[in-house]
């Protein structure tokens, strides 16, 4: 589904990615994991495609197509979700209308019928009921006034309704208590473990994959992949630290 | 990276949607302005002589006067000789009906899809409401919908033009009673030449069962539009008004200068919105209206109330304070505002809130959206009289910039004459920021629907304030002023 290759990338003349290659077929979720700073959000970004991120080298190519040609929301309508590790407020836009708004368009682009209001209203309630989010809440400003976990939460929403092919979950985990993290890792296996979906979870701790179990366990360090592996990995980074499985090591 | 340029480019390359001129036989004024011009008009509408007497005195009083210069405006010399005072679309003396209205106008109005005919609009949000339209093409108040409906009601709804021939008495009572023939250079213009308008009377306790528009547009080359309207809400009455403008696409610059008046007497209340989209010229500045305009309320009345809200997109030039003069005890004035510049644009607008009454309040809520190399001033004052025990206002004014070309000001004036006020005054300036755009564009939206939602956003508090079908068109209008302005 997803083939990373070489991967050089850059933010303001500064090489953060350096030569990063990954395979993600449909049907897996992979864990990446890292210390700060080796370049796991950036990683994020360049998938979806946030001006600034400038790629220097290297491919990423995505059921078939080149996806650094694509823009962000031409991305967003081929399938990719990028669940945001500090997900951004829009004051006076409500929830429901930005994701209607949102979806919509993705389906415009992919030549569908946009939802009508009722239709999207049952969809997003079934997904908030899902993530036990307050309807009102989908009524509220997009991430206005919400707790760092509801904001989590709210991202799960989306990816609900969304409905991606595949979806890069930046530290989706950080802020969340421990029923939230329950909740939230149902969540992210109700949507996305399907034969024809896969996910790329970016995580500085085991703990999420205790709910999510990944097939296969990457570190990130220095701009690229240093080690990979089965979830035994994760076990063992969290046993060892990055120390311990080499992934300080900038060979 | 794909390149943002290129779709930015190609977004600023779409043109002002509004921008066809019709081709229709004109009557025009001769060229320029004298006495003669005045006559000349006052001639064509068959006017008492105590109007024309009344246009004489203020276009002699006009040129005593210099053009204001004090907003933060870069206005070129304007040459009033070089400009038609008066055109009107040739056509037959009276329509009896819809029916008979020249072909090219009404192809005209369904391009700009104003409801002319009678319709129903919106049905399923509110229950089916009602819209009367008084549509002004260039100078003359071409037809009126729903006359029987309102006319039952015992709402006086007609051009002023009509109005000042068929109740003399009632205009003249109120005419220029709230702006001034000398209230400023612009307004003692429109005093003597003004062409036509709209005349609102609704009598004592009387809820007008529809809202009220009127739809400007300017069609005619290098014509002036000088609309006056005058609106009076007797005893408990109440009135919603709308006002709609377009222009077509012209590279000379042209003048409107209009004056609305409002009279609220008591617990009347007006609730009048404006959502102007007048040509603003093209991105290097060239051609757009100027558009100068006095608009104001006179809370007569105790507990009467005003409220104005506008959302300017358009006009090369806008220069535009709608205020309330609170008299009566207990009156309230509100004033919620869009202001959008983009390219060139200049915008120097906001209100004044004069409080003479007890117990008076006010409300202010002004939004500037500033892109492209434009600028955007509110320009704002809150006076609060010595005898005016109590008096609360409170003012909001927010900037948002969409580039780091354009110019966002704020410029309040408060004199407080009398210790019990209460004034609250709140500012913010942002800029749109990369984070927002990201979001909202990774989640599907493309680059103007992404700007187009967050500034929607941003302007939420007075788009609630619009009724329904002007907000929808509202909205809409936000995003396509602003097309081009991000990349």
Not at chain 1, 10 to 26: F, M, R, T, Y
Not at chain 2, 436 to 448: K, P
Not at chain 2, 456 to 481: D, H, T, Y
């Amino acid at each position: 589904m997803l083939q990373i290759e070489n991967l050089h990338a850059e933010i303001d003349g500064k090489e953060i990615l350096k030569g990063l290659s990954l395979e993600v077929n449909a049907g897996e979720i992979h864990a990446i994991m890292g210390p700060n700073g080796a370049g796991k959000s950036t990683l994020g970004y360049v998938l979806g495609g946030r001006p600034g991120y400038e790629v220097t080298a290297g491919s990423i190519t995505f059921n078939g197509e080149d996806l650094l040609e694509k823009e962000p929301h031409e991305r967003a309508a081929a399938g990719v979700f990028l669940g945001f590790q500090y997900p951004v407020e829009i004051p006076g836009v409500s929830n429901v209308q930005f994701l209607r708004e949102s979806l919509n368009a993705q389906r415009a682009q992919r030549g569908e019928k946009p939802l009508s209001g009722a239709e999207f209203l049952k969809l997003a309630r079934a997904q908030a009921d899902a993530l036990g989010l307050q309807h009102d809440m989908l009524k509220r400003p997009v991430n206005v006034g919400f707790s760092g976990g509801e904001k989590k939460r709210n991202e799960m929403v989306q990816m609900g309704i969304i409905d991606p092919a595949f979806a890069i979950l930046d530290e989706t985990d950080s802020g969340l208590d421990i029923d939230a993290l329950r909740i939230v890792g149902d969540g992210i296996n109700r949507i996305m473990r399907r034969p024809d979906k896969a996910v790329l979870l970016i995580t500085h701790y085991q703990r999420l994959l205790d709910y999510v179990q990944p097939d296969r366990v990457h570190v990130l360090a220095d701009g690229r992949i240093t080690r990979s592996g089965g979830p035994e990995l994760a076990l063992q980074l969290e046993r060892e630290g990055y120390v311990g499985v080499g992934a300080e090591v900038a060979a | 990276m794909a390149t943002k340029n290129a779709e930015a480019h190609a977004a600023v390359a779409k043109k002002y949607e509004w921008g066809f001129a019709t081709e229709i036989e004109q009557d025009f004024a001769p060229k320029g302005l004298s006495e003669d011009t005045v006559r000349y008009i006052s001639a064509k509408k068959n006017e008492p002589e105590w109007m024309l007497d009344w246009r004489l005195k203020a276009f002699r009083l006009w040129q005593t006067l210099e053009a204001p210069d004090w907003a933060k405006l870069n206005v070129p010399p304007i040459d009033y000789q070089d400009a038609y005072y008066y055109a009107e679309p040739k056509q037959k003396k009276t329509i009896a009906s819809l029916d008979e209205l020249d072909p090219e106008i009404r192809r005209t109005y369904e391009k700009l899809g104003i409801p002319i005919a009678e319709q129903e609009v919106l049905a399923g949000v509110e229950g089916a409401r009602k819209v009367a339209v008084d549509a002004v093409f260039d100078s003359v108040s071409v037809a009126t919908t729903f006359r029987a409906e309102l006319k039952a009601a015992g709402v006086i709804f007609l051009s002023i033009s009509e109005a000042i021939r068929e109740y003399p008495d009632l205009v003249r009572k109120w005419l220029g009673k709230v702006v001034p023939q000398r209230d400023n250079y612009f307004a003692t213009l429109n005093s003597a030449v003004f062409s036509d308008g709209t005349f609102v009377y609704v009598p004592k306790g009387v809820r007008c069962p529809m809202e009220l528009s009127t739809y400007f547009r300017i069609n005619a080359e290098n014509t002036g539009q000088f609309e006056r309207t005058l609106i009076v809400a007797d005893e408990g009455a109440y009135v919603s008004y709308l006002e709609g403008c377009t222009a077509p696409m012209r590279d000379e610059n042209q003048l409107h200068a209009a004056v609305v008046e409002l009279v609220a007497m008591d617990d009347a209340e007006i609730k009048y919105s404006t959502v102007q989209n007048w040509y603003p010229g093209d991105e290097n500045g060239v051609g757009g209206i100027y558009n100068f305009v006095t608009k104001r309320a006179l809370c007569q009345g105790r507990n009467s109330k005003v409220s104005w809200t506008q959302v300017e997109t358009g006009s090369a030039i806008t220069w535009k304070y709608p205020s309330c003069v609170l008299a009566g005890d207990g009156s309230v004035g509100e004033f919620y505002s869009v202001a959008v510049t983009n390219n060139r644009q200049q915008a120097d607008t906001g209100t004044k809130m004069i409080h003479l009454g007890k117990n008076t309040k006010s409300t202010i809520v002004s939004k500037g959206i500033s892109a492209g190399r434009s600028d955007n001033t509110y320009r704002g004052l809150v006076r609060v009289a010595p005898t005016a025990e109590n008096v609360r206002n409170f003012t909001q004014c927010d900037s948002l910039l969409l580039s780091d070309q354009c110019g966002a000001h704020t410029v309040p004036y408060i004199e407080v004459k009398n210790p019990s006020a209460q004034i609250e005054h709140e500012a913010t300036t942002s800029k749109i920021s990369d984070d927002q755009l990201f979001y909202a564009m990774s989640r599907g939206l493309d680059a103007e629907a992404a700007v187009a939602l967050i500034v929607n956003g941003f302007a939420r508090e007075v788009l609630q304030q619009l009724p329904m079908e002007f907000a929808v068109e509202a909205q809409k209008l936000l995003g396509i002023s602003l097309e081009g302005s991000v990349g």
